[in-house]
């Protein structure tokens, strides 16, 4: 599988992006989909996640009631909708897939996702 992550930018602190991830896969509903970012200096972490099904999403509180993560089957697609961004949330962002079996599995350790996007590089100033 190829990821292909993008979306990212500069915006303003409140503002909002939506990141886009298009997969390159003959299946696309066998995957489980996640949203992971890096800081400057930290290590990665979870964002988001979303079972094969599309119903079943999971987010690290630090994004909960402002990122919502989904899915699109027919452009083998998942997006991040990003709102009420701060400067904290700056990082490059990575999408990740894995196969799984069931289609209401979510994944949130890196360890568990074999795909990797390159990475698109989201900035919000203050």
């Known amino acids: 599988a190829q990821l292909q992550a993008s979306g990212g930018g500069l915006v303003q602190a409140g503002g909002s992006l939506r990141l886009s991830c298009a997969a390159s896969?003959?299946?696309?509903?066998?995957?489980?989909m996640g949203w992971f970012r890096q800081a400057p200096g930290k290590e990665r972490e979870f964002v988001a996640a979303?079972?094969?099904?599309?119903?079943?999403?999971y987010y690290a509180n630090s994004v909960k009631n402002r990122f919502t993560i989904s899915r699109d089957g027919a452009k083998k697609t998942v997006y991040l909708q990003m709102n009420s961004l701060k400067p904290e949330d700056t990082a490059v962002y990575y999408c990740a897939a894995d196969v799984v079996v069931s289609t209401e599995v979510v994944k949130i350790k890196e360890e568990g996702y074999d795909y990797w996007g390159q990475g698109t590089q989201v900035t919000v100033s203050s």
């Open positions: 896969v003959r299946t696309f509903s066998i995957y489980v």
């Open positions: 979303i079972s094969p099904s599309g119903r079943v999403t």
